[in-house]
């Protein structure tokens, strides 16, 4: 029996928009996770990018369980001596509520080169519209 690989679909990728409001953000970034990667079909392959794009709408609605709004902290380091700031989630979700998803999402990747090609398919957006319409992504629910 012969080993299958499956080819990279290039510019034959699908494309897919979720919903974020209201789903909690670690049930949605295994979901987006599994669908950059390409878990979700069956010719799934670790070492080939058979992945899709997602985007993902209403990310300032989505939800945080128990009190995580309070007390979750994302931090980041500049690159300076004492550059080390930290953000609370109710902060994060005011300024920038995209990066809360896309947080999530990139610590569910893989740490590799393929994972780097994989986030850049991701597009988040806070709002319920998006650029992407000419693509006709169809809807999945969470």
């Known amino acids: ?40 079909k069956p010719t799934f392959s670790p070492q080939v990018d058979t992945g899709a794009f997602v985007v993902v709408v209403n990310a300032e609605k989505v939800k945080l369980t128990g009190s995580k709004e309070e007390k979750k902290i994302y931090a980041r380091y500049t690159g300076y001596r004492g550059g080390h700031r930290e953000v609370p989630a109710a902060v994060m979700r005011a300024r920038h509520p995209e990066r809360i998803i896309q947080s999530a999402v990139k610590g569910m990747l893989p740490k590799n080169r393929l994972a780097r090609n994989m986030f850049s398919r991701l597009k988040v957006y806070a709002g319920a519209e998006h650029p992407h319409v000419a693509q006709q992504p169809r809807a999945i629910e969470v």
């Open 1 to 40: 029996m012969k080993t299958f690989l499956p080819k990279d679909p290039g510019a034959d990728r699908d494309w897919f928009v979720i919903d974020a409001a209201g789903v909690p953000v670690g049930r949605l970034g295994v979901k987006v996770a599994n669908m950059l990667r390409g878990k979700d």
